[in-house]
T-cell receptor, first 111, second 115 residues
Framework: TQLLEQSPQFLSIQEGENLTVYCNSS?????LQWYRQEPGEGPVLLVT?????EVKKLKRLTFQFGDARKDSSLHITAAQPGDTGLYLC???????????FGQGTTLQVKP | KAGVTQTPRYLIKTRGQQVTLSCSPI?????VSWYQQTPGQGLQFLFE???????NKGNFPGRFSGRQFSNSRSEMNVSTLELGDSALYLC??????????????FGEGSWLTVV
């Protein structure tokens, strides 16, 4: 059973557009991470959020953890071709302590 | 500080053979976990080790095994390879157990092709 639903699965946009990727679950997470993966490489950690309602910014990327710690979003402002890649969310559930991954969002930013 | 190092990066094996992949975690990290990534299935958890003990295991057949050494380095082995084992195998390390909310850091992966 997939406990962490990511949407959309695929996204193709033009350079300069904004986008939001969502990560939703019915489970509560003690922490949640976002990773970006380029083809043929391992995922690279972007951010870890641990507090409900937390907002973190990394240049043009804004990450938000839901108040109830069941969901998270990643917003990219003025996307650039260099943002192209697979974005993965991963969370540690509070009740089982297991780390689970979303299926990922493949983002393509066209110049 | 060096990141997670995986060897080999690329390898091609024949059906029925066995393969061993190696992972050196970030210095000071005691937990190592392994994942299989394929286009169709995404990231699938294989197993997790902490202080040489297997803490968690995913839903993979017994052909997949692993171990962790006293220096925290880890190896995973796949025996009697099948075509479906072709995938990117990722190793990740963390200071403590991921179940305790510790962030995991990935290596670049080992690309295995089974022909």
């Amino acid at each position: 059973t997939q406990l962490l639903e990511q949407s959309p699965q695929f996204l193709s946009i033009q350079e300069g557009e904004n986008l939001t990727v969502y990560c939703n679950s019915s489970s509560v997470f003690s922490s949640l991470q976002w990773y970006r993966q380029e083809p043929g490489e391992g995922p690279v950690l972007l951010v870890t959020v641990v507090t409900g309602g937390e907002v973190k910014k990394l240049k043009r990327l804004t990450f938000q953890f839901g108040d109830a710690r069941k969901d998270s979003s990643l917003h990219i402002t003025a996307a650039q071709p260099g943002d192209t890649g697979l974005y993965l969310c991963a969370g540690t559930t509070s009740n089982t302590g297991k780390l689970i991954f979303g299926q990922g969002t493949t983002l393509q930013v066209k110049p | 500080k060096a990141g997670v190092t995986q060897t080999p990066r690329y390898l091609i094996k024949t059906r029925g053979q066995q393969v061993t992949l190696s992972c050196s975690p970030i210095s000071g990290h005691r937990s190592v976990s392994w994942y299989q990534q394929t286009p169709g299935q995404g990231l699938q958890f294989l197993f997790e080790y902490f202080s040489e003990t297997q803490r968690n295991k995913g839903n993979f057949p017994g052909r997949f095994s692993g171990r962790q050494f006293s220096n925290s380095r880890s190896e995973m082995n796949v025996s009697t390879l099948e075509l479906g084992d072709s995938a990117l195998y990722l190793c990740a390390s963390s200071e403590g157990e991921p179940s305790s909310g510790n962030t995991i850091y990935f290596g670049e992966g080992s690309w295995l092709t089974v022909v």
